[in-house]
C-alpha cells in the first residue's frame, strides 16, 4: 500500500498545559476544545496513538503542539518549554523512528530566540520545519520581529505551518459574540473564526512583500488553505494595488501547500488541484480532532479522483519532496 503521512497531527505536553493554567491568556476559552477524550489523546504519544493511527491506515505522524501552543506565555517561560518541548519531540521520534516525525514549536513571545530555535530544531533535532499558530498576541506574522524567522526557515529550506488560533478579544467581541458562550466559542473556532484568522495571515505575509524578500520560502495552510484558497480571483485585484513583485496567485501557486486536516471533501480536494496543482497538496488527519472509526483517511486517499501517481505525491511525495532540504544555502 502506499504508505501514508499525515502532518497536522497534535500532542500536548502536561508542562504546557500547567503553563496555560497559570497564564493570564492561556487558552482564551479553547480549553473547552481539550477535554475528555480528545485530552487523553493528545497527551498519548504511545501504544493508544499507533493504534489509531494503524486504524485509520495512517504510517506517519507529523507531531505539532496544539494551539495556541506558545504564542501566550511570557517569553522566558516560552523559550524554556520551547527547548523543552522540541527535545521531547525529538526523543519520542527516536522510539519509533519509522511512525513520528515533528514540527519545531517556537517562543514567538521572544522574538530574539525564535529563529535561533528553529535552526537549532532542524539541524541539530531533525524536527521538519515550524508549527505557528497565526498571531502572537497582538502581533500578527508579517511584524517586523518575525522577518529574522522567515528568512531562516527560507535559508533551511523547511516550512512553516500557519496553524489557526483564536481571532483577537476585539474581532471576538464584534463577529464571534453574542449566543451562548458554547456557541460563541465554536463560532470563533472551528464554526468559523479559526479558518479567517489563519487564511488572513498568510495573506498578510503576501502584502506584506515577505515572499519578495524571501522567494523560496514555503508556508503550509490546512483546512483546504484557510478560506482564502477559495477567493483567489478577488486577491488577485490586491495584489495590483499592493504592487507586489509578482501576481497574488503566483504567491499561491509557487509558495503554498495546502493539507487536508481531516476535512474528507472531494470538492474541497478538487478546487486546491485547480488552484495549487497536484504538487502542492499534502495529506492530514487533524489528529485527534477529526479522528473517526473506520479508516476513513485511508479511504478518502484510495477514493480520492487522483490517477496512481497524484495519489502518492497526496499520500507521502509532496511531503517527502518538500521537506529534504535541498536549498543549497542550507548546506
Known amino acids: 500500500m502506499t504508505k501514508l503521512i499525515a502532518i497536522e497531527e497534535h500532542f500536548l505536553t502536561s508542562a504546557i498545559r500547567s503553563a496555560w493554567a497559570t497564564s493570564t491568556i492561556g487558552q482564551e476559552g479553547t480549553d473547552r476544545l481539550d477535554q475528555g477524550i480528545i485530552d487523553e489523546r493528545l497527551a498519548d504519544l504511545g501504544a493508544q496513538r499507533l493504534a489509531l493511527m494503524d486504524e485509520a491506515g495512517v504510517d506517519v505522524q507529523v507531531l505539532s503542539v496544539t494551539t495556541p501552543a506558545l504564542h501566550n506565555l511570557e517569553p522566558d517561560q516560552s523559550v524554556l518549554l520551547a527547548r523543552q518541548t522540541n527535545d521531547f519531540v525529538a526523543a519520542t521520534i527516536a522510539e519509533h523512528p519509522t511512525r513520528f516525525q515533528g514540527f519545531a514549536t517556537l517562543p514567538t513571545a521572544s522574538p530574539t530566540h525564535v529563529a535561533a530555535e528553529l535552526e537549532r530544531s532542524v539541524t541539530q533535532l531533525g524536527l521538519k520545519g515550524a508549527m505557528l499558530c497565526g498571531r502572537t498576541r497582538e502581533k500578527n506574522l508579517d511584524h517586523p520581529d518575525f522577518l529574522p524567522l522567515f528568512e531562516t526557515a527560507a535559508r533551511l529550506g523547511v516550512p512553516v505551518f500557519i496553524h ?23 463560532f470563533a473556532t472551528f464554526g468559523l473564526g479559526w479558518h479567517y484568522e489563519a487564511g488572513i495571515q498568510f495573506v498578510r505575509l503576501i502584502v506584506a512583500g515577505v515572499f519578495d524578500k524571501f522567494p523560496t520560502l514555503q508556508l503550509i495552510l490546512g483546512h483546504w488553505g484557510e478560506v482564502v484558497l477559495f477567493y483567489l480571483e478577488r486577491m488577485n485585484a490586491l495584489g495590483q494595488i499592493a504592487k507586489l513583485q509578482r501576481p497574488i496567485a503566483d504567491y499561491f501557486r509557487q509558495n503554498l501547500y495546502v493539507t487536508a486536516s481531516g476535512m474528507w471533501s472531494p470538492a474541497y480536494l478538487q478546487r486546491s488541484l485547480e488552484i495549487v496543482g497536484p504538487e502542492r497538496i499534502l495529506f492530514s488527519t487533524d489528529y485527534p480532532y477529526q479522528y473517526r472509526p473506520g479508516r476513513q483517511a485511508r479511504s478518502f486517499l484510495e477514493q480520492a479522483p487522483l490517477s496512481d501517481e497524484q495519489k502518492a505525491l497526496f499520500a507521502h511525495g509532496n511531503w517527502e519532496q518538500l521537506t529534504q532540504r535541498t536549498n543549497p544555502q542550507a548546506n
Open 164 to 186: 489557526p488560533q483564536i481571532p483577537q478579544r476585539a474581532v471576538r467581541d464584534v463577529y464571534y459574540s453574542g449566543f451562548t458562550d458554547t456557541v460563541d466559542t465554536a
